[in-house]
């Protein structure tokens, strides 16, 4: 059974940083994308920052030159490094595996929170 875990979350102040990590467990073949998406109270869930199979990075604009995505195969994680946190950066923080084997599939992790104080 596939499973994604995500830490790192937590509270800090405007301009401050924060490091997510997802890890998952479990099989999963045919590895499109990773990504971390994130969901503020009330709006709907937006993309963040995706990394395909082969390495390379997209990121929304909100968040270009702030945060870097990357991943470590070896250890079947993902990592978030946000840096200059502004407080409209406050959400619940995703992770996704889109899996094209035998179809399109996609993996869900539980969320970690971050919250931006100013």
């Known amino acids: 059974q596939v499973q994604l875990v995500e830490s790192g979350g937590g509270l800090v102040q405007a301009g401050g940083s924060l490091r997510l990590s997802c890890v998952f467990s479990?099989?999963?073949?045919?590895?499109?994308?990773m990504a971390w998406y994130r969901q503020a109270p009330g709006m709907q869930r937006e993309l963040v920052a995706q990394?395909?199979?082969?390495?390379?990075?997209n990121y929304a604009d909100s968040v270009k030159g702030r945060f870097t995505m990357s991943k470590d195969e070896a250890v079947n994680a993902v990592y978030l490094q946000m840096n200059s946190l502004k407080p409209e950066d406050t959400a619940v923080y995703y992770c996704?595996?889109?899996?094209?084997?035998?179809?399109?599939?996609?993996?869900w992790g539980q969320g970690t929170q971050v919250t931006v104080s100013s």
């Open positions: 996704n595996v889109r899996s094209v084997f035998l179809g399109e599939r996609n993996y």
């Open positions: 479990g099989s999963i073949f045919g590895i499109k994308t």
């Open positions: 990394i395909s199979s082969g390495g390379t990075t």
